[in-house]
Protein backbone atom coordinates (compact mmCIF):
# COMPACT_ATOMS: atom_id res chain seq x y z
CA UNK A 1 0.00 0.00 0.00
CA UNK A 2 1.33 3.40 -0.95
CA UNK A 3 1.29 6.46 1.06
CA UNK A 4 -0.69 9.17 -1.03
CA UNK A 5 0.93 12.64 -0.54
CA UNK A 6 -0.42 16.07 -1.44
CA UNK A 7 2.60 18.54 -1.62
CA UNK A 8 1.67 22.24 -0.92
CA UNK A 9 4.59 24.38 -1.71
CA UNK A 10 4.60 28.06 -3.73
CA UNK A 11 7.54 27.50 -5.66
CA UNK A 12 6.98 25.39 -9.07
CA UNK A 13 10.40 24.35 -8.88
CA UNK A 14 10.59 22.82 -5.61
CA UNK A 15 6.82 20.95 -6.14
CA UNK A 16 8.80 19.45 -9.08
CA UNK A 17 11.49 18.59 -7.29
CA UNK A 18 9.60 16.83 -4.36
CA UNK A 19 7.61 14.50 -6.87
CA UNK A 20 10.47 13.68 -8.65
CA UNK A 21 12.56 12.53 -5.56
CA UNK A 22 8.78 10.93 -4.30
CA UNK A 23 8.69 9.18 -7.87
CA UNK A 24 11.42 6.79 -6.95
CA UNK A 25 9.88 5.03 -3.95
CA UNK A 26 7.12 2.49 -4.41
CA UNK A 27 5.62 3.36 -1.53
CA UNK A 28 4.81 6.99 -2.46
CA UNK A 29 2.32 8.44 -4.20
CA UNK A 30 2.11 11.98 -5.18
CA UNK A 31 -1.72 12.49 -5.51
CA UNK A 32 -1.76 16.03 -5.92
CA UNK A 33 -0.10 19.55 -5.33
CA UNK A 34 -0.74 22.93 -3.95
CA UNK A 35 0.74 26.75 -4.64
CA UNK A 36 -0.80 28.45 -1.35
CA UNK A 37 -2.78 27.22 1.63
CA UNK A 38 -6.41 27.49 0.11
CA UNK A 39 -5.15 25.42 -2.56
CA UNK A 40 -4.15 23.56 -0.21
CA UNK A 41 -7.50 22.60 2.06
CA UNK A 42 -9.51 22.73 -1.19
CA UNK A 43 -7.03 19.62 -2.65
CA UNK A 44 -7.34 18.09 0.54
CA UNK A 45 -10.79 17.60 1.21
CA UNK A 46 -11.31 16.25 -2.69
CA UNK A 47 -8.19 13.77 -2.29
CA UNK A 48 -7.70 13.00 1.55
CA UNK A 49 -4.43 12.42 1.27
CA UNK A 50 -2.43 10.57 3.99
CA UNK A 51 0.24 12.68 4.56
CA UNK A 52 -0.31 16.55 3.43
CA UNK A 53 3.82 18.02 2.84
CA UNK A 54 3.40 21.81 3.61
CA UNK A 55 5.36 24.66 3.07
CA UNK A 56 4.99 26.87 6.48
CA UNK A 57 5.62 29.99 4.11
CA UNK A 58 2.90 30.55 0.73
CA UNK A 59 1.30 33.35 -0.01
CA UNK A 60 -2.64 34.10 0.26
CA UNK A 61 -2.78 31.45 3.11
CA UNK A 62 0.45 30.36 5.01
CA UNK A 63 0.83 26.51 5.62
CA UNK A 64 0.44 27.50 9.14
CA UNK A 65 -2.88 28.75 8.67
CA UNK A 66 -4.04 26.04 6.51
CA UNK A 67 -3.18 23.50 8.84
CA UNK A 68 -6.15 23.37 10.97
CA UNK A 69 -8.54 23.98 8.41
CA UNK A 70 -7.29 20.66 6.71
CA UNK A 71 -7.70 18.59 9.61
CA UNK A 72 -11.08 20.21 9.51
CA UNK A 73 -11.79 18.98 6.01
CA UNK A 74 -9.49 15.75 5.98
CA UNK A 75 -9.24 14.12 9.62
CA UNK A 76 -6.98 11.68 8.80
CA UNK A 77 -4.46 13.72 7.07
CA UNK A 78 -1.34 13.94 8.32
CA UNK A 79 0.63 16.83 8.10
CA UNK A 80 4.65 17.39 7.72
CA UNK A 81 5.36 20.80 7.85
CA UNK A 82 8.50 21.77 5.70
CA UNK A 83 10.42 24.98 5.77
CA UNK A 84 13.88 27.24 5.01
CA UNK A 85 13.24 28.43 8.73
CA UNK A 86 14.19 26.00 12.03
CA UNK A 87 14.35 28.34 14.78
CA UNK A 88 12.59 26.58 17.82
CA UNK A 89 9.26 29.48 17.27
CA UNK A 90 8.92 28.53 13.41
CA UNK A 91 8.73 24.65 14.62
CA UNK A 92 6.67 25.30 17.58
CA UNK A 93 4.11 27.34 15.91
CA UNK A 94 3.97 24.32 13.28
CA UNK A 95 3.46 22.02 15.77
CA UNK A 96 0.68 23.47 17.64
CA UNK A 97 -0.92 24.22 14.33
CA UNK A 98 -1.74 20.58 14.06
CA UNK A 99 1.80 19.26 12.23
CA UNK A 100 3.31 15.80 13.44
CA UNK A 101 6.51 16.62 11.72
CA UNK A 102 8.73 19.30 10.30
CA UNK A 103 11.37 19.62 7.60
CA UNK A 104 14.21 21.98 6.96
CA UNK A 105 14.57 22.32 2.92
CA UNK A 106 18.23 21.67 3.39
CA UNK A 107 17.64 18.55 4.30
CA UNK A 108 14.90 17.26 2.19
CA UNK A 109 17.56 15.34 0.20
CA UNK A 110 18.63 13.34 3.88
CA UNK A 111 15.49 13.49 6.15
CA UNK A 112 12.12 13.89 3.52
CA UNK A 113 11.62 10.46 3.14
CA UNK A 114 12.09 9.22 6.70
CA UNK A 115 9.72 12.36 7.59
CA UNK A 116 7.30 11.02 5.02
CA UNK A 117 7.10 7.91 6.29
CA UNK A 118 7.37 8.90 10.06
CA UNK A 119 4.23 11.17 9.74
CA UNK A 120 2.27 8.70 7.27
CA UNK A 121 2.56 6.08 10.67
CA UNK A 122 1.83 9.14 13.16
CA UNK A 123 4.86 9.64 14.71
CA UNK A 124 6.78 13.16 15.35
CA UNK A 125 9.66 13.20 13.15
CA UNK A 126 12.68 16.16 12.96
CA UNK A 127 14.90 16.66 10.25
CA UNK A 128 18.42 17.29 11.44
CA UNK A 129 18.57 20.58 11.00
CA UNK A 130 15.68 21.45 12.98
CA UNK A 131 15.94 23.37 16.63
CA UNK A 132 13.57 20.83 18.35
CA UNK A 133 10.67 22.68 20.92
CA UNK A 134 11.35 21.70 24.37
CA UNK A 135 7.52 20.29 24.48
CA UNK A 136 8.67 17.56 22.13
Same mark, same amino acid.
Given at each position: MSVRILVAEDSALVRYSVRSLLQRYPDFQVVGEACDGFQAIDQSTTLQPDVVLLDVSMPNLSGLGAA?? *??? &?????? *? !????????? %???? @??? %??? @???????? /? &?? +? /? !? &? %?? !? +? @?????? +??????VTTPNFV
Open positions: PR *IHE &VSPESK *I !LMFSQYGSA %NVVT @AAM %NAG @ALGYVMKS /D &VG +R /D !L &V %NG !L +R @ATSLGR +RFFSSG
